[in-house]
T-cell receptor, first 117, second 114 residues
């Protein structure tokens, strides 16, 4: 398909385990964003990748969270030593970064629902 | 840094009622404004956006939003809702310079009864 895909769609893990979430952006989209959405809350920005530039990690809530992206393709978000408060839907979005002076329309994936027991 | 406030967290309407969802933002530069919608079981998708020009923006499915600079608002409206408009609606604000990563509001859950 041509949209953003994420895997797994659901992940249940035990407290203290590490998890890896994957995002496949739309081909040709240079920008990639990770957000977290807790129940009843808005989207909380986590990290942003743009081309080969250094990622903007300003939204990562702790050093247990990290993310990588290879070039302009797949990204993985890793949460180490998961805690119950990490339970949320993790959304990935991608965009074309045409104009550096404007925000882009973002294209979102279906999300990964993470439950930490 | 920008911020967004959506006043209504839950709205319940009957079909054919008029809709207005509030969105207020805080941002000091040239602002870009978005409304996204998430229908049940679907991805978040763009409903409409404002960058510049006519402050009344028309989007998909009969939705519109008006940018009122003096009120820092970007309210979403639809004159007559349908059952299929049941969804979660998110307002987002971004802008020029280092603020191009949009900040999202908490969202408004809209339920339309047939």
């Amino acid at each position: 398909g041509a949209g953003v895909s994420q895997s797994p769609s659901n992940k249940v893990t035990e407290k203290g385990k590490d998890v890896e979430l994957r995002c496949d952006p739309i081909s040709g989209h240079t920008a990639l964003y990770w957000y977290r959405q807790r129940l009843g809350q808005g989207l909380e920005f986590l990290i942003y990748f743009q081309g080969n530039s250094a990622p903007d990690k300003s939204g990562l809530p702790s050093d247990r969270f990290s993310a990588e992206r290879t070039g302009e393709s797949v990204s993985t978000l890793t949460i180490q030593r998961t805690q119950q408060e990490d339970s949320a839907v993790y959304l990935c979005a991608s965009s074309l970064r045409r104009d550096p002076n404007r925000s882009d329309t973002q294209y979102f994936g279906p999300g990964t629902r993470l439950t930490v027991l | 840094a920008q911020s967004v406030s959506q006043h209504n967290h839950h709205v319940i309407l009957s079909e054919a009622a008029s809709l207005e969802l509030g969105c207020n933002y805080s941002y000091g530069g040239t602002v870009n404004l978005f409304w996204y919608v998430q229908y049940p079981g679907q991805h978040l998708q763009l409903l409409l956006k404002y960058f510049s020009g006519d402050p009344l923006v028309k989007g998909i499915k009969g939705f519109e939003a008006e940018f009122i600079k003096s009120k820092f608002s970007f309210n979403l409206r639809k004159p007559s809702v349908q059952w299929s408009d049941t969804a979660e609606y998110f307002c987002a604000v971004g802008g020029s310079g280092g603020s191009y990563i949009p900040t999202f509001g908490r969202g408004t859950s809209l339920i339309v009864h047939p």
